[in-house]
């Protein structure tokens, strides 16, 4: 049974920076590609940040890029995202995913994955 498990979520002031950890369990990641979602107030949810197990490759939106920095430890089944300089825009709930097999251009797709965890809510004022 796969299970991902956020946290890490905070009212911060702009500026400021965050960590949101994702705990994983159940789930073996070869060739998985782990990501974090977010979703706004009233909008949709997007791609943020997203990792390759095999290889570490990572992917950005361009809105978090020189901002989020995304890392997998995978000794201790644990991904992250290193968030700075918030901006009130960066507000919402964030999400972890997980899924196998797919290309670099479907990384940031919402669509493409099965696992999700269940959030952490981000606020910056």
């Known amino acids: 049974h796969v299970q991902l498990v956020e946290s890490g979520g905070d009212s911060v002031q702009a500026g400021e920076s965050l960590r949101l950890s994702c705990e994983i369990f159940?789930?073996?990641?070869?060739?998985?590609?782990m990501s974090w979602f977010r979703q706004g107030p009233s909008k949709a949810r997007e791609g943020v940040a997203a990792?390759?197990?095999?290889?570490?490759?990572?992917y950005y939106a361009d809105s978090v890029k020189g901002r989020f920095t995304i890392s997998l430890d995978d000794v201790n089944h644990m991904l992250y995202l290193q968030m700075n300089n918030l901006k009130p825009e960066d507000t919402a709930m964030y999400y972890c995913?997980?899924?196998?097999?797919?290309?670099?251009?479907?990384?940031?797709?919402?669509?493409?994955?099965?696992?999700w965890g269940r959030g952490t809510q981000v606020t910056v004022s």
């Open positions: 990792i390759y197990a095999a290889g570490g490759r990572t």
């Open positions: 995913a997980a899924d196998d097999g797919m290309l670099p251009v479907q990384a940031l797709a919402v669509d493409r994955y099965k696992y």
């Open positions: 159940g789930y073996t990641y070869s060739s998985t590609c």
